[in-house]
């Protein structure tokens, strides 16, 4: 038996495993074995691959016997404590994505477990099932159709097509509706627009074409009035910034956010942090754009010391899903701090937003809880959102 099995077996029956050091005698320490040794007669090395696949590295990786023994004999400590004892006795730790089903199957909760790799059986297969096999891989024959065959097959092919509708398909468009929200800012939010025409003065008899002239001078304002700002703030004032929950239970914190945002990998902050992880006060994001551009990002996630030209700077908050992260900002409520400035509000794909986040005008970011190769589309979803948004409101910054 391969020692996984062997492993499982001793402990679901309770029988405790031998350690032996280099002289094949007895030790009580894992840190001390060289080998280990079941029902008195199976005996294997330390350091034995076994059968158990890591689910955050590559289908090649698998954990060692010693991390599994280690972890059966430490399973009532809690992860802090247990991933201390492993940097102690320099034994390699499971994730904590793991540990749950590494127990529940070696305890025999579970018969199986998706991360177990069956190892191969060496069994041949009968002469009736490789000529099945092979019969069934045989390509049928294939008659060529004539030309005029193919062009009324296609024909028919694409009088039935019809275009799928997603949601995005239907946002997607290219009409400007600046003067909309001009109006919405001044009617909802009574907010002055500089060089906008009066409610008032618009007659209902009044043209399509001076409509659009409007939006067109109400547009050109704007792009002036950022552009005469920008000559007016220093290289640090138009540096974006990005404020972050102080909360290690966030998603995103000052530990990870610089991983996700520069390598475009999600790591969990509070296993950073439970590695002892020293947190920073500020990180700088170096975003590297398409024109192979690098434009640098500031991110804090406290606004104790900050001053009018910081809330200027301000482009971006990740939300944690509570008002009290708002606390003293400029801005308490989210109403007025999501009309200043851009919302997001990262979650697990296989989750539902809950108020009262739900009902804040901001973005999903989805992450995948396994799959990492899916970080690099959140990623690029969350920078297209976040320049669309800079190049509509906050202009006069360098993004």
Same mark, same amino acid.
């Given at each position: ?25 007895p030790? =009580? ?7 280990? +040794?079941?029902?008195d ?11 158990f ?5 590559? *289908?090649?990786? =698998?954990y ?9 004999? #430490? ?17 390699? /730790? ?6 749950r089903? @590494? ?33 069934? =891989? ?5 008659? $060529?159709?004539?030309? *005029? ?13 019809r ?10 468009? #290219?009409?400007?509706?600046? /003067? ?8 909802v ?10 409610? !008032?003065?618009q ?8 409509? !659009? ?8 304002s ?14 640090? *004032?138009?540096?974006?910034? @990005? ?7 966030? +998603? ?37 754009? $398409?024109?192979?551009q ?10 104790? !010391?900050?001053?009018?030209? &910081? ?22 409520? $989210? ?30 970011? #989805?992450? /995948?809880?396994?799959?990492? /190769? ?9 920078w &297209?959102?976040? &320049?669309?948004?800079?190049? =509509? ?7």
């Open positions: 038996m391969d020692p996984l099995s062997l492993l499982r077996e001793s402990t679901i029956s309770n029988k405790q495993v031998v350690l032996l050091d280099a002289s094949n005698e030790v =009580t320490n894992i840190s001390e074995a060289k080998s280990i +040794k079941f029902n007669e199976a005996i294997f090395a330390r350091d034995t691959p076994t059968n696949k890591k689910t955050t590295a590559s *289908d090649s990786e =698998t060692t016997l010693e991390t599994l023994i280690f972890l059966v004999q #430490n399973a009532q400590l809690d992860n802090s404590a247990y991933f201390k004892e492993c940097r102690t006795r320099q034994i390699e /730790h499971v994730s904590i994505v793991d540990r089903k @590494i127990l529940d199957y070696l305890t025999g909760k579970v018969d199986q477990s998706p991360n177990v790799s069956q190892a191969n059986t060496g069994e041949k297969r009968s002469r009736d099932d490789v000529a099945s096999i092979e019969t069934s =891989t045989k390509k049928p024959k294939v008659t $060529p159709l004539k030309s *005029d065959d193919s062009v009324i097959i296609v024909k028919q092919v694409v009088l039935r097509e275009e799928i509708m997603t949601r995005s398909s239907v946002l997607r468009g #290219n009409k400007n509706f600046t /003067h909309a929200i001009n109006l919405a800012q001044q009617l939010l009574k907010k002055e627009i500089p060089n906008a025409r009066p409610i !008032h003065a007659k209902p008899g009044a043209s399509q074409a001076s409509g !659009h002239k409007s939006v067109a001078a109400t547009s050109n704007s792009k002036s009035a950022a552009a005469v700002k920008s000559q007016k703030l220093s290289s640090k *004032d138009k540096i974006p910034l @990005i404020i972050v929950p102080a909360a290690p239970t966030a +998603k995103f914190t000052l530990y990870n956010i610089k991983q996700f945002l520069e390598d475009q990998k999600y790591e969990d902050s509070q296993i950073l942090r439970d590695e002892g992880r020293k947190k920073p006060e500020r990180v700088t994001v170096e975003r590297k754009k $398409p024109n192979g690098s434009v640098p990002y500031h991110v804090v996630d406290s606004v104790a !010391h900050f001053k009018q030209s &910081d809330w200027d700077r301000v482009c971006c908050v990740f939300v944690a899903g509570q008002l009290w992260q708002f606390k003293g900002w400029k801005w308490e409520k $989210p109403v007025e701090l999501f009309s200043n400035v851009k919302g997001f509000y990262p979650k697990w794909s296989s989750d539902k937003m809950t108020p009262p986040a739900s009902e804040w005008a901001v973005s999903e970011i #989805n992450i /995948h809880r396994h799959k990492r /190769h899916m970080d690099k589309a959140a990623v690029s979803q969350f &297209d959102a976040l &320049d669309s948004y800079n190049a =509509t409101h906050k202009q006069y910054l360098n993004f």
